[in-house]
Every structure is written in C-alpha cells, then in structure tokens.
C-alpha cells in the first residue's frame, strides 16, 4: 500500500531457549523508515521490561539504527526517540544491539508486512506466532 497512512512493524523476544514473544504492530506513518525501526525498537524494549526480563540481547537489520546507539551519534531528527530510549535502557541491567542481516531476519519482516497491510493501528503481542 503506497499510500497507506500505517507504518508496520514486528519483533521477536526470545525470552528463554524455546520461549518466544511476538509482537506485531501498526502504528501511524512516521517520518522514515529510520524513525519506523526505533520506534519497533522501543516497542520491544517496552514488552521486554513489561515482562520483567531486563537482560535482553536486541538485534536488527537496520545498520543505521545499531550505529546510531552503538556509537552514540547525536540525530537531532530522533531527540524524542532517544530521549525515550536513554530512560527505557536506565533499566535494564544488560543491553546490547547489533547488526543481523535482513536475510536472517525474515520472519520480523513478514509481521512488519502483515501489520501493514491491516491498515489499522494496533499492538498485540502473544506467545502464538501471529497469522498471515
């Protein structure tokens, strides 16, 4: 839909070996894909916290986003995202991101596009992989 006013978005938590969450997300457009990613991000460091885990190993196929907060870049552009995200990481007690190629991220990127595609805004997160 090219000219949806919905951005998508999906996220995996390992929580233990075997134990996984979901999350799958639509949300208004934002201003870039870069924007899109960092918000997913936060939606995942949210639920990670939510769920009482404050140990979480993040990976994403945005390399921009990994440098972004790996070496502490100042983007004017992302002051409200980062301000969200330096009180989100205050609490957790291990952080780290890194860089995962889009190819081993397949499955994160069939929820962005199912979210996408319901055209609707909305946050669910299961313990169920989601249809479609």
Request: one cysteine or more; charged letters at 15%; aromatic letters at 12%.
């Given at each position: 839909?090219?000219?949806?006013?919905?951005?998508?978005?999906?996220?995996?938590?390992?929580?233990?070996?075997?134990?996984?969450?979901?999350?799958?997300?639509?949300?208004d457009?934002?201003?870039?894909?870069?924007?899109?990613?960092?918000?997913?991000?936060?939606?995942?460091?949210?639920?990670?916290?939510?769920?009482g885990v404050?140990?979480?190993?993040?990976?994403?196929?945005?390399?921009?986003?990994?440098?972004?907060?790996?070496?502490e870049?100042?983007?004017?552009?992302?002051?409200?995202?980062?301000?969200?995200?330096?009180?989100?990481?205050?609490?957790?007690?291990?952080?780290?991101?890194?860089?995962?190629?889009?190819?081993?991220n397949?499955?994160?990127?069939l929820?962005?596009?199912?979210?996408?595609?319901?055209?609707?805004?909305?946050?669910?997160?299961?313990?169920?992989?989601?249809?479609?």
């Amino acid at each position: 839909m090219t000219n949806s006013t919905v951005s998508g978005g999906g996220f995996v938590l390992e929580l233990a070996p075997g134990t996984h969450m979901y999350g799958y997300i639509g949300m208004d457009q934002t201003l870039s894909p870069m924007h899109a990613e960092f918000t997913i991000l936060l939606y995942a460091m949210k639920n990670s916290l939510q769920l009482g885990v404050t140990s979480m190993f993040f990976e994403s196929d945005c390399l921009q986003l990994v440098k972004l907060i790996n070496d502490e870049e100042d983007w004017l552009a992302m002051a409200s995202e980062c301000n969200e995200f330096i009180h989100l990481l205050s609490l957790f007690t291990v952080f780290s991101i890194s860089f995962i190629a889009r190819e081993r991220n397949v499955r994160t990127d069939l929820f962005a596009k199912g979210a996408r595609s319901q055209n609707s805004i909305f946050f669910h997160v299961d313990s169920v992989i989601p249809d479609g």
